[in-house]
């Protein structure tokens, strides 16, 4: 998130001390009005729009795994990191799933994957709490992988110790 003007540079907003808001731009650090109406601008990786229409047209508009389709709780996640893809690949339906918030936060952060055919892979890092929010005693599956998607499956498999 970046803050609009302070200084002849933008400020990247840096955290919160007490109930002050402090933004830092370069070396220096200014105090914000915590009550105030600042203009910021948000950085969007270009074509992140596309990815996520093509992969809500792609699955259904649906999470595989839940079946949720409200809009706001589904997240188009990648496969392989947008920062590891070619171009091609960032914006390929192959490299992503369409997951709700949940399922999204946990596979992003490799506490679980998917077998080729679409089992869940969890952590053990995985707490028993954390599997019943998830569904894990239910044997949840994703449905409708491709070969293509294994590919970049095996890939987040290995970078995450599955």
């Known amino acids: 998130m970046w803050l609009r003007p302070i ?42 729009d596309l990815f996520r229409d093509a992969l809500l047209d792609y699955w259904g508009r649906l999470c595989p795994i839940t079946g949720i389709t409200e809009p706001g709780l589904l997240r188009a996640s990648h496969i392989v990191p947008w920062a590891e893809c070619t171009d091609e690949k960032r914006l390929d339906v192959h490299n992503g799933l369409l997951l709700s918030a949940l399922w999204d936060a946990a596979f992003d952060r490799g506490l679980v994957s998917f077998a080729d055919d679409g089992t869940v892979l969890a952590s053990d890092k995985l707490g028993s709490k954390e599997r019943e929010a998830l569904g894990l005693g239910s044997g949840p599956k994703l449905a409708g992988l491709r070969e293509q998607h294994c590919a970049n499956l095996a890939q987040h498999r290995i970078r995450n110790g599955f």
């Open 7 to 48: 200084g002849p540079r933008m400020a990247s907003l840096s955290g919160e001390k007490g109930k002050e808001f402090f933004v830092r731009a370069g070396n220096t650090t200014r105090s914000l009005d915590p009550a105030g109406t600042y203009e910021y601008l948000a950085a969007q990786r270009v074509g992140q």
